[in-house]
């Protein structure tokens, strides 16, 4: 197995960083790595949706668990190269704020061998994505105020 964790803290409530994940059509702002996502129905696990990682070819997921304002997870099988992808994005509310946490794991008979290749993009690109994601979520907050 390969694993990679990252926690950014933002002054952006939980609320308004749900509303982005729960959005799938906003993942492709907030995540630049990604061309393009859909999904075959609500955002509820059990959903399965298509993923197009920049520069590859679209890849099925399903949504595994998702909990309003707390988060969700979601896995990627790739039975053809040995591995699937797992990805979990957590909320919890802080003192400071609120700590966005996106982690990682590479699993499967082929995990050890392909993990740390595939991984080394995804450590460069996710403590990005998340702020980016903290970024669009501050700035609704602001165009709501601003209203």
Aim: charged residues 25%.
């Amino acid at each position: 197995m390969w694993e990679f964790e990252h926690t950014i803290t933002t002054g952006a409530r939980a609320k308004t960083i749900w509303e982005l994940y729960s959005d799938i059509s906003s993942w492709v702002v907030w995540d630049k790595g990604i061309a393009y996502v859909s999904l075959e129905g609500t955002f509820t696990a059990g959903t399965r949706g298509i993923l197009q990682p920049e520069g590859q070819e679209r890849l099925a997921f399903e949504l595994t668990e998702v909990e309003p304002r707390r988060g969700f997870s979601d896995v990627t099988d790739m039975p053809e190269a040995g591995i699937q992808i797992h990805f979990t994005h957590r909320l919890q509310e802080t003192g400071e704020g609120t700590a966005i946490t996106h982690r990682v794991q590479i699993t499967g008979p082929e995990a050890e061998r392909l993990g740390p290749q595939i991984g080394a993009h995804m450590v460069q690109g996710i403590p990005d994505t998340m702020e980016c994601l903290a970024s669009l979520a501050l700035d609704r907050e602001r165009q709501q105020h601003a209203k």
